[in-house]
T-cell receptor, first 110, second 113 residues
Framework: GEDVEQSLFLSVREGDSSVINCTYT??????LYWYKQEPGAGLQLLTY?????DMKQDQRLTVLLNKKDKHLSLRIADTQTGDSAIYFC??????????FGTGTRLTVIP | EAQVTQNPRYLITVTGKKLTVTCSQN?????MSWYRQDPGLGLRQIYY???????DKGDVPEGYKVSRKEKRNFPLILESPSPNQTSLYFC????????????FGQGTRLTVV
């Protein structure tokens, strides 16, 4: 599979913004996704961005894509304790298979 | 309710004892896949299936088998489990391969002793 890398841990204070970063190696990536995994649960799709876009906003979530640097980020505004979870970056490319990053564990401190 | 159901949720077994983890989806999805999740490694794809009777290897297929006799079911088979297969397993389904939301099961935590 292709390399999709993320930092393993991130801690923020409640009410602050969180920024979770992801880098990938395959320049033929077509769609890039952010999934959220809450404790003891499966993954749920949060948002996605097509590779010809550079930004997408959905309520408190902002996705930024820098295709030149192969860098994807997820910004969560006004982070709440309910946002504590593991966040996975994922991509599909020419094979259409889904490749996941290592996941970033976000801890929100009250 | 649209869902992907895995069973069992938790399983402890001994080395070499064949086991099957079932996965069923009620969304009439064509594409199904199995992942394992390990700390620091994220999710790695084991096998996937693009439709009935069509399966293919993912990134880490060694030690696993799958079958897709019906559209809704995609069982994962460990013929002779080993301790390095201790992991958290997820089944997922999509309407079709790639470019669409993947729906995940709740996970199966497998321990092989």
């Amino acid at each position: 599979g292709e390399d999709v890398e993320q930092s393993l841990f991130l801690s923020v204070r409640e009410g602050d913004s969180s920024v979770i970063n992801c880098t990938y190696t395959d320049s033929s990536s077509t769609y890039l996704y952010w999934y959220k995994q809450e404790p003891g649960a499966g993954l749920q799709l949060l948002t996605y961005i097509f590779s010809n876009m550079d930004m997408k906003q959905d309520q408190r979530l902002t996705v930024l894509l820098n295709k030149k640097d192969k860098h994807l980020s997820l910004r969560i505004a006004d982070t709440q304790t309910g946002d504590s979870a593991i966040y996975f970056c994922a991509e599909t490319q020419s094979t259409n298979n889904l490749f996941f990053g290592t996941g970033t564990r976000l801890t929100v401190i009250p | 309710e649209a869902q992907v159901t895995q069973n069992p949720r938790y399983l402890i077994t001994v080395t070499g004892k064949k086991l099957t983890v079932t996965c069923s989806q009620n969304m009439n999805h064509e594409y199904m896949s199995w992942y394992r999740q390990d700390p620091g490694l994220g999710l790695r794809q084991i096998y996937y299936s693009m439709n009935v009777e069509v399966t293919d290897k993912g990134d880490v297929p060694e030690g696993y088998k799958v079958s897709r006799k019906e559209k809704r079911n995609f069982p994962l088979i460990l013929e002779s489990p080993s301790p390095n297969q201790t992991s958290l397993y997820f089944c997922a389904s999509n309407i079709r391969q790639g470019r669409t939301e993947a729906f995940f099961g709740q996970g199966t935590r497998l321990t092989v002793v």
